[in-house]
């Protein structure tokens, strides 16, 4: 989760940062306080083996209003709304996934991949063992 809220906060940065003039310090500030936020908030809606669940409750979204979260971020910073919406793109959706973080700016825009792990997660021990134990059951059905 780290490195998916890690890319995240960077990405709405790096946004800022670009019309923005803030200090580095400020800007490192930003960062780590939507960091602290996002880790807290996803804390309990985060489950890697079923990646689509809870995707709406993770999602950043700006559509003429600002998303909490980033407004708590930019308030730590002393950033105004009037700041951040003149900022940021009027339509922004982020969703942040186990695995994956995508944007798309406006309604009607591509979804970009910002970070998607090539890591190919596990099955859970207990179905792996029920397929173990499936393909033995099999194997000694042939013999017979």
Known sequence: ??????????FISGLLSSSVSLTGDQLQL?????TDALLEH???HWFPHAPCRGSGYRCLRINRKMDPLIGKAASAVGLTQEQLFSSLPIELTL???PSEVSYRIGEDGSICSLYKSSV???K???SADTSAHRK???KT???N
Not at 30 to 34: A, C, E, N, R
């Open 30 to 34: 930003f960062t780590h306080s939507l």
């Open 136 to 138: 033995e059951k099999l």
């Open 42 to 44: 996803y804390r309990h």
């Open 1 to 10: 989760m780290k490195t998916e809220v890690s890319v995240a906060a960077t």
């Open 124 to 126: 859970s021990a207990s």
């Open 120 to 122: 190919i997660r596990p």
């Open 95 to 97: 969703w942040v996934d």
């Open 141 to 143: 059905r042939r013999l």
